[in-house]
């Protein structure tokens, strides 16, 4: 069956620092990938999304992701951290339907 | 921008209570999914829709029921409620299944069984 798998549950950083999160797949074709985040009391929303072309991925509020095809991977990337990134991160694959991953709360220290 | 509502934030039920979780969208959007998000377990399908009057299964529909009378409106049953039902429900819609098949969130009902 098709699954995601993230990897970290849990993850606190302090501000400025790099951020990956990793993302992996269990599906041998043709697929389309997100993010989503979930801030504190609020929805989910798309951060970025892969579909097709450059497979390093340019999202909202400095967030990129890179396509691995090769890894079954889309993890997510950050240079440098704030506080207000602080929120609940979620991968998901689309091979014919959304298969999600568990998510990763990101807790970052002021 | 897309709209997605959900009628109630917060709910209480007692255990055997009949159910019902409302959701509407504004995008004239032919899909439509209800979940449920539990800590460490990310996002579960429930079932989905994708068109009025069509359903399917999700990953976990058993206690669940679903009806789509109108394209706009999704909504999620629970005949006879239990306290393993105790979670956060989380409608979604989107344009189409298959390519850039983007889901647009509503903000969530946390539905609390005693």
């Known amino acids: 069956a098709q699954s995601v798998s993230q990897h970290n549950h849990h993850v606190i950083l302090s501000e400025a620092a790099s951020l990956e999160l990793g993302c992996n797949y269990s599906?041998?074709?043709?697929?389309?990938l997100f993010w989503y985040v979930q801030y504190p009391g609020q929805h989910l929303q798309l951060l970025l999304k892969?579909?097709?072309?450059d497979p390093l991925v340019k999202g909202i509020k400095g967030f990129e992701a890179e396509f691995i095809k090769s890894k079954f991977s889309f993890n997510l990337r950050k240079p440098s951290v704030q506080w207000s990134d602080t929120a609940e991160y979620f991968c998901?694959?689309?091979?014919?339907?959304?298969?999600w991953g568990a998510g990763t709360k990101l807790i970052i220290k002021p | 921008d897309v709209k997605v509502t959900q009628s109630s934030r917060y709910l209480v039920k007692r255990t055997g209570e009949k159910v019902f979780l409302e959701c509407v969208q504004d995008?004239?959007?032919?899909?439509m999914f209800w979940y449920r998000q539990d800590p460490g377990l990310g996002l579960r399908l429930i079932y989905f829709?994708?068109?009025?009057?069509?359903?399917e299964k999700g990953d976990i529909p058993e206690g669940y029921s679903v009806s789509r009378e109108k394209k706009e409106r999704f909504s999620l049953i629970l005949e006879s409620a239990s306290t393993n039902q105790t979670s956060m429900y989380l409608c979604?819609?989107?344009?189409?299944?298959?390519?850039?098949?983007?889901?647009?969130f509503g903000q969530g009902t946390r539905l609390t069984v005693v």
């Open positions: 979604a819609s989107s344009p189409l299944i298959g390519l850039e098949a983007e889901a647009f």
């Open positions: 995008m004239d959007h032919e899909n």
């Open positions: 829709s994708y068109d009025v009057k069509m359903k």
């Open positions: 599906y041998g074709g043709t697929v389309n």
């Open positions: 892969y579909f097709s072309g």
């Open positions: 998901a694959v689309l091979p014919y339907q959304l298969i």
